[in-house]
T-cell receptor, first 113, second 114 residues
Framework: EADIYQTPRYLVIGTGKKITLECSQT?????MYWYQQDPGMELHLIHY???????EKGDLSSESTVSRIRTEHFPLTLESARPSHTSQYLC????????????FGPGTRLTVL | GDSVTQMEGPVTLSEEAFLTINCTYT??????LFWYVQYPGEGLQLLLK?????DKGSNKGFEATYRKETTSFHLEKGSVQVSDSAVYFC?????????????FGKGTRLSVIA
């Protein structure tokens, strides 16, 4: 079982604040992903990475940015949070050898007031 | 492009009832198929998978068979428990598309009442 961590688990902030959601995995997985999950539970891919210094935008346009400086770390940053950013954010990773299975973190529930 | 369609919820069942959640897919290649489960307040967990036609994935009493002729991967369980209450996602991974992320359905919420 993969170990993938997200912090914080819950965050309530005011409009205009800059925030960074952390995601780390200890399995050495090359591929990492960020999803935004709406209240209806549908998942929307917002960013992904194939490895260090690789980042791609996903299917859903997002005002967030990501970086991948280390294999184990894939933080997501919102420069200026707005109420429309209120959502659940899920991080996932996938090893190169097992190209099928994605492992998910527990999620960060973000509320922007 | 690739897509997954699963039955809309919510689905509400009594304990020990039979469960079916339908899932069909469209893929250009020869995909692998998955069911993920999300319990309240948690991330998604892999429930079961199948990588080729006629394969049956199974776990925790849940089963799904990869049907290439009907492009389906329906999830079934013979007797649900309250602890099965969760959101279930069908997903596919298309080998012909290399490194692309999994494609997920919209999720089906299951509530099991005692």
């Amino acid at each position: 079982e993969a170990d993938i961590y997200q912090t914080p688990r819950y965050l309530v902030i005011g409009t205009g604040k800059k925030i960074t959601l952390e995601c780390s995995q200890t399995m050495g997985h090359d591929k990492m992903y960020w999803y935004q999950q709406d209240p209806g539970m549908e998942l929307h891919l917002i960013h992904y990475s194939y490895g260090v210094n690789s980042t791609e935008k996903g299917d859903l346009s997002s005002e967030s940015t990501v970086s991948r400086i280390r294999t184990e770390h894939f933080p997501l940053t919102l420069e200026s949070a707005r109420p429309s950013h209120t959502s659940q954010y899920l991080c996932a990773s996938r090893p190169s050898r097992d190209i099928h299975t994605q492992y998910f973190g527990p999620g960060t529930r973000l509320t922007v007031l | 492009g690739d897509s997954v369609t699963q039955m809309e919820g919510p689905v509400t069942l009594s304990e020990e009832a039979f469960l079916t959640i339908n899932c069909t897919y469209t893929a250009t290649g020869y995909p692998s198929l998955f069911w993920y489960v999300q319990y309240p307040g948690e991330g998604l967990q892999l429930l079961l998978k199948a990588t080729k036609a006629d394969d049956k994935g199974s776990n925790k009493g849940f089963e799904a068979t990869y049907r290439k002729e009907t492009t389906s991967f329906h999830l079934e369980k013979g007797s649900v428990q309250v602890s099965d209450s969760a959101v279930y996602f069908c997903a596919l991974s298309d080998l012909d598309r290399g490194n692309t992320p999994l494609v997920f359905g919209k999720g089906t919420r299951l509530s099991v009442i005692a």
